[in-house]
């Protein structure tokens, strides 16, 4: 049954509708302070972010010494990152770095975050985090100085391989051809382990402990434990270590000046190294700007997918 509108029906349904009015009012009014606040980090990120890598990829399409005239190439400097050995040889070297940034921090990282979880209630387990900490709070330049010291022709790993014997294996483990980019790898894995492992461990923290005890219940050893319960339930940690660490290998720069400087002639010579030298060295700019184009989209191409992968499992 149909009610009759009356004269004051007009009247409430305007009162009805200012409250809505002022939230929406208020809503936009919120919206607006909410951009203001991030316009600062807006704008920095844009000058400092967006328009190096607009210029970036113009400049990439020129012939450019950083001063004078800048002719047109088109995709020349690509073409010769792609065919020039010494500039190929870089992205080989980057991705042979994964391997030691990458697959041993990851490896190594869950063994001993495992490890650690198993005597959490010792000192030892404190002393371990400690240590495993220090490469993360110790600046890259000192430590790669310190690595340079350590594996010298007179350095202390060679006194050790002496000291057991094998003083047919010693040598300048970082000025060697066959030695010198492993030797690099094994430095960015040392500085990578700590994260790894601290991560691993937060993940474990989350874990469930009667998951453990059900498996024991049923007969499962530690080995077991592990890659039936721990390793699953820390399927984005491992997907955010593999990012990090990945990242850090193809971006590689500061280890690698500081104890190589690319070298013995180009075996330690990476993406990042190599467009600074073409750059403020050679002053080929053109070239230095393709080389980097091609970094990022090596970086994007091998970091989606581990994000994705990673999205899905955990979905």
């Given at each position: 049954?149909?009610?009759?509108?009356?004269?004051?029906?007009?009247?409430?349904?305007?009162?009805?509708?200012?409250?809505?009015?002022?939230?929406?009012?208020?809503?936009?009014?919120?919206?607006?302070?909410?951009?203001?606040?991030?316009?600062?980090?807006?704008?920095a990120y844009t000058?400092?972010?967006?328009?190096?890598?607009?210029?970036?990829?113009?400049?990439?399409?020129?012939?450019?010494?950083?001063?004078?005239?800048?002719?047109?190439?088109?995709?020349?400097?690509?073409?010769?990152?792609?065919?020039?050995?010494?500039?190929?040889?870089?992205?080989?070297?980057?991705?042979?770095?994964?391997?030691?940034?990458?697959?041993?921090?990851?490896?190594?990282?869950?063994?001993?975050?495992?490890?650690?979880?198993?005597?959490?209630?010792?000192?030892?387990?404190?002393?371990?985090?400690?240590?495993?900490?220090?490469?993360?709070?110790?600046?890259?330049?000192?430590?790669?100085?310190?690595?340079?010291?350590?594996?010298?022709?007179?350095?202390?790993?060679?006194?050790?391989?002496?000291?057991?014997?094998?003083?047919?294996?010693?040598?300048?483990?970082?000025?060697?051809f066959a030695t010198?980019?492993?030797?690099?790898?094994?430095?960015?894995?040392?500085?990578?382990?700590?994260?790894?492992?601290?991560?691993?461990?937060?993940?474990?923290?989350?874990?469930?402990?009667?998951?453990?005890?059900?498996?024991?219940?049923?007969?499962?050893?530690?080995?077991?434990?592990?890659?039936?319960?721990?390793?699953?339930?820390?399927?984005?940690?491992?997907?955010?270590?593999?990012?990090?660490?990945?990242?850090?290998?193809?971006?590689?720069?500061?280890?690698?000046?500081?104890?190589?400087q690319g070298g013995?002639?180009?075996?330690?010579?990476?993406?990042?190294?190599?467009?600074?030298?073409?750059?403020?060295?050679?002053?080929?700019?053109?070239?230095?700007?393709?080389?980097?184009?091609?970094?990022?989209?090596?970086?994007?191409?091998?970091?989606?997918?581990?994000?994705?992968?990673?999205?899905?499992?955990?979905?």
């Open positions: 049954m149909s009610v009759a509108r009356t004269a004051l029906d007009p009247v409430i349904d305007s009162v009805d509708d200012q409250p809505r009015a002022a939230k929406g009012t208020r809503r936009r009014g919120g919206q607006w302070i909410a951009w203001l606040f991030a316009a600062p980090a807006l704008a000058v400092f972010v967006l328009v190096p890598m607009a210029r970036t990829v113009q400049y990439s399409f020129y012939e450019w010494d950083g001063i004078g005239a800048s002719p047109w190439v088109g995709f020349d400097n690509y073409v010769r990152v792609f065919t020039d050995p010494e500039l190929s040889g870089t992205i080989v070297n980057a991705f042979e770095l994964i391997v030691f940034f990458s697959g041993i921090p990851v490896v190594m990282g869950l063994a001993i975050a495992s490890t650690i979880r198993r005597i959490a209630t010792s000192r030892l387990a404190v002393v371990a985090r400690t240590v495993l900490f220090i490469p993360q709070v110790i600046p890259l330049v000192a430590a790669g100085i310190a690595w340079s010291w350590l594996m010298s022709s007179s350095g202390l790993v060679n006194q050790l391989l002496s000291s057991v014997g094998l003083d047919g294996v010693t040598r300048a483990w970082l000025g060697d010198a980019l492993p030797a690099v790898g094994v430095i960015g894995a040392w500085v990578l382990l700590g994260l790894c492992t601290l991560l691993f461990l937060a993940g474990m923290s989350k874990i469930d402990p009667a998951l453990y005890e059900a498996a024991r219940i049923d007969g499962a050893g530690p080995l077991r434990e592990f890659f039936s319960i721990t390793v699953p339930s820390l399927r984005q940690e491992i997907g955010v270590c593999v990012t990090v660490t990945v990242i850090a290998a193809l971006a590689s720069f500061d280890i690698v000046y500081i104890v190589t013995p002639g180009n075996t330690t010579m990476v993406p990042g190294l190599e467009i600074y030298y073409q750059a403020f060295v050679e002053r080929q700019v053109g070239v230095a700007s393709a080389l980097a184009v091609v970094l990022v989209v090596l970086v994007l191409v091998c970091v989606l997918p581990i994000q994705r992968l990673t999205r899905e499992e955990s979905s």
